[in-house]
């Protein structure tokens, strides 16, 4: 990744774009609910300044092109509803794992399926890369159904030496 590969993308009820700092209170709750982080071990963010720095550090690492990290909208609305994130970039910049977050209220409805979708589409088409990898922790059933519709596999022989509970699951590009 040599220029900057951020793109908004668009789909048929979304819009994914980049981070501001007017999404500070959804980053904080996001990333401090209790519910929405019960299988997810992450720094929370339980403060404006905490959410600030994030969206700050976040979106250096996006200009440095160590991450691209998305805000999930509905179109016509502009309020952060979710995220999702390609990160973890292999050295080579074939694979890169991905990861997201939906607030509760939202789920359910298709709107991480359809995220999903066009952030692998945006990965193997546009930055050409060969695999993308998910963290998911065994008991967090809506994410391993969602990694499953999304033709990812379970790599049986791969632990994840930080959380013993989590599951890595892996697509690779179609040849």
Same mark, same amino acid.
């Given at each position: 990744m040599?220029? /900057? /590969?951020?793109?908004?993308?668009?789909?048929?009820?979304?819009?994914?774009?980049?981070? #501001?700092?007017?999404?500070?209170?959804?980053?904080?709750? *996001?990333?401090?609910?209790?519910e929405?982080? +019960?299988?997810?071990?992450?720094?929370?963010?339980? $403060? #404006?300044?905490?959410?600030? !720095?994030?969206?700050?550090?976040?979106?250096?690492?996006?200009?440095?092109? $160590?991450?691209?990290?998305?805000?999930?909208? !509905? +179109?016509?609305?502009?309020?952060?509803?979710?995220?999702?994130?390609?990160w973890?970039?292999?050295?080579? #910049?074939?694979?890169?794992?991905?990861?997201?977050?939906?607030?509760?209220?939202?789920q359910?409805?298709?709107?991480?399926? !359809? $995220?999903? +979708?066009?952030? *692998?589409?945006?990965?193997? /088409?546009? *930055?050409?890369?060969?695999?993308?990898?998910?963290?998911?922790?065994?008991?967090?059933e809506? $994410?391993v159904?969602?990694? +499953?519709?999304?033709?990812? #596999?379970?790599?049986?022989?791969?632990?994840?030496?930080?959380?013993?509970?989590?599951?890595?699951? !892996?697509?690779?590009?179609?040849?």
């Open positions: 040599h220029q /900057n /590969n951020f793109t908004e993308i668009t789909t048929e009820r979304l819009v994914l774009r980049k981070l #501001k700092e007017t999404d500070w209170e959804m980053i904080s709750y *996001l990333r401090s609910d209790k929405v982080n +019960k299988f997810v071990k992450r720094p929370n963010a339980p $403060s #404006k300044e905490k959410a600030l !720095e994030f969206i700050s550090k976040t979106n250096n690492a996006i200009d440095n092109n $160590s991450i691209l990290y998305w805000v999930i909208t !509905e +179109k016509g609305k502009n309020e952060m509803i979710g995220s999702i994130c390609l973890n970039f292999s050295e080579d #910049k074939k694979k890169a794992e991905v990861g997201y977050d939906l607030s509760p209220e939202f359910r409805k298709g709107i991480m399926d !359809e $995220s999903l +979708k066009n952030i *692998l589409k945006f990965g193997f /088409n546009t *930055l050409l890369l060969d695999a993308i990898v998910a963290y998911t922790q065994y008991n967090n809506s $994410s159904k969602l990694l +499953k519709r999304n033709n990812f #596999k379970l790599v049986e022989d791969l632990k994840d030496e930080e959380n013993e509970y989590n599951r890595i699951f !892996e697509i690779k590009k179609e040849a």
